[in-house]
């Protein structure tokens, strides 16, 4: 009894507690947090890469300048090209994949919804037992309808964030890599303006082959 | 050797079975789809460089290598670490949860209310959960009377998925704005100078991005135009380093 009273104690004070606790305080943060998909992931882990992302870079190609005692800074130059593109990339990657992960999710789950009704029971509960893991049997009829319709939205959630990973395999290369292209132009634009010194082309190679 | 194609039939179904949409692993779903979705576009890229013909085959045999020791590094260190984290959150939020005693049942309440406010009246109405969630939650569907054991356990397992969910987020703010810079960065300047060794035309370059192996783009070197796929072209011979991100 006591040994369990001490480890409560230990855990109670512990990083993890803690961050449950913050959580069960505020309600709203909890709904969010508990009904999150994909796409709030996105938005989340790109809001970082755009702020975190690009000082990294930097601060990254001046430590290996530093070690390795690099004369001409090339590493040190590149990493500032490469903040940019790492900006523009976080930003554009984001638009794209929230609007496309957003309407694969929509569909999915008006479908899984629709399939629920349609197939009825036996196909809620397996869907239920087989692969959430929940088991429906002993609960009475409101609990397990409540169950069946947030499992169908679950479920629409996931797969949508699934199909949308390969419906993105063909958008990166249509709709993305123009479209980050363009940010990148005119990001690498905007910092030069601030006095960042990032080197013009030497050529316009590039700028031909697109055309 | 059956004994092993068992184990990992049973390793993959158990992957699978987490990744599936059950409410109380809303934070491994999560994990596994970023997961995949990183592993779509390392293979993506590294795939491009096995087969563009502009890159020569003396580069390929070092570049495709580490393309796939880049991105296995990667992923591996974001999808093992992020396991932790959310494993951890999802015990301290079991743990915090049973020891709530009293606290539990006001505590549902207050979520189911909300929950039920928000399917009647928020931007995305739901009418029909709504009405679930009062026949579910509360004796008789009426809010003023006591509070149901499903209402206890949905608000248990919301709390252990806000917490795994807390555990995905973070793995993926460290992993993504972190880990991977590093892992890219710093693989990259190795890569960088090898082709530069090998390439001394390359130090005549502009500078550009870093190159990096998990994510080529095509024609480096030659920057010819990729057949029939005008975007893709357009994309990696602008930038040289065709970073693809899903």
Redesign the interface.
Known sequence: MKVNSISNQNFKGSFGEKTVGFITKHPALLATLAGSSVIAQKVVMSASEATIGPAMDIGIGKTITKITDEKDGRTKQSSKVQAVRTFSQAVGGTIVGVVIRGLCIAAATALCMKAGEKAGEKLGDKFSDKFAGIVNKGLNENSSKYKKISNASAWGKNIGGAVALLVMLVTNFVIDAPFINFINKNATKFVKNIGAKVKKPQNSDNAKEVK | MAADMQKTGKGVWELL?K????????GN??LC??A??ML??AA?NTTATAIDKNTRPEDKKFLIPAGVATGVANIGIYFLMTRKLIK??E???A??VD?MGDKLAD?AT??AK??IN?AEKGIFK?P??AV??K???FEN?NLSDSI?E?AKE?YK???K???S??G??AG??IG???L???IR??SA?FV?KRMEKNNPDL????????YDPSRVGTGLYN?K?FPS?T?????A????N?????
């Open positions: 079975r990744c599936s949409p059950n409410p109380k692993d809303a779903t999560l789809l970023n995949i979705g779509f576009a993506s951890y959150l015990k301290s939020a743990n915090y020891n505590k207050d979520f909300r929950a928000k739901k029909k959960l679930a969630m026949k579910a939650f569907g149901t499903t949905a397992d919301n709390v998925a806000a917490a969910v807390a995905a987020f993926a703010v993504c704005s972190i991977t810079p590093i960065d710093v300047y960088q130090k005549n370059e502009p500078h550009k991005p870093y920057r135009q796929m975007s893709y072209m357009a994309f011979n602008k930038n040289l065709g970073r693809m991100k899903v």
